[in-house]
T-cell receptor, first 116, second 112 residues
Framework: ETGVTQTPRHLVMGMTNKKSLKCEQH?????MYWYKQSAKKPLELMFV???????ENNSVPSRFSPECPNSSHLFLHLHTLQPEDSALYLC???????????????FGPGTRLTVL | DQQVKQNSPSLSVQEGRISILNCDYT??????FLWYKKYPAEGPTFLIS?????DKNEDGRFTVFLNKSAKHLSLHIVPSQPGDSAVYFC???????????FGKGTTLSVSS
């Protein structure tokens, strides 16, 4: 595997379910990100991890819980979501973190989430 | 309120002609701008960037122009190719630890 991978690619869940999204980067980067892209809206940054520490939480509801066990893996744990949480969830990584905007972010293909 | 705006949701161009994608921003603190390209079922990929100290950056067929006084940037693709058909996102950063702010994207269709 190369680049940034995400699993699953598609997920349908009920509002009472608990599920997790997984992201893995094979680039040796130190920073990882979760973004949300809802229909007809811009990508919205949710969380940033740098060297496995959360450095940014963009006022995301607590029903989304990130976890970064090491610099290569990032999870997004989902619990009691709402239908309006249905969106494309994208993971990205970069070499050194959000401190340098020239630090190119590499994105995974995303997980298409549908909440029923 | 959106800080980065791509007012054209779509653009259709013939192969070989120039494609011009536009982006406007409202935050005067933005000092770094990027364009990303996204194919269906794939994540966005970095295309080209420009710092606010420049007004033009060129990479092969792709050129980004920045007009700071107008708070406007544009991406020129010339000549356009069918493989350029994708969604193009403009993004901006105020630097030093701030997040990228993305526009909604413009879908470019290049016909042969």
């Amino acid at each position: 595997e190369t680049g940034v991978t995400q699993t699953p690619r598609h997920l349908v869940m009920g509002m009472t379910n608990k599920k997790s999204l997984k992201c893995e980067q094979h680039l040796g980067h130190n920073a990882m990100y979760w973004y949300k892209q809802s229909a007809k809206k811009p990508l919205e940054l949710m969380f940033v991890y740098s060297l496995e520490e959360r450095v940014e939480n963009n006022s995301v509801p607590s029903r989304f819980s990130p976890e970064c066990p090491n610099s290569s893996h990032l999870f997004l744990h989902l619990h009691t979501l709402q239908p309006e949480d249905s969106a494309l969830y994208l993971c990205a990584s970069s070499q050194d973190g959000a401190a340098d905007p020239a630090d190119t972010q590499y994105f995974g293909p995303g997980t298409r989430l549908t909440v029923l | 309120d959106q800080q980065v705006k791509q007012n054209s949701p779509s653009l259709s161009v013939q192969e070989g002609r120039i494609s011009i994608l536009n982006c406007d921003y409202t935050n005067s603190m933005f000092d770094y701008f990027l364009w990303y390209k996204k194919y269906p079922a794939e994540g966005p990929t970095f295309l080209i960037s420009i710092s606010s100290i420049k007004d033009k950056n060129e990479d092969g067929r792709f050129t980004v122009f920045l007009n700071k006084s107008a708070k406007h940037l544009s991406l020129h693709i010339v000549p356009s190719q069918p493989g350029d058909s994708a969604v193009y996102f403009c993004a901006a950063s105020a630097g030093g630890g701030t997040a990228l702010i993305f526009g909604k994207g413009t879908t470019l269709s290049v016909s042969s």
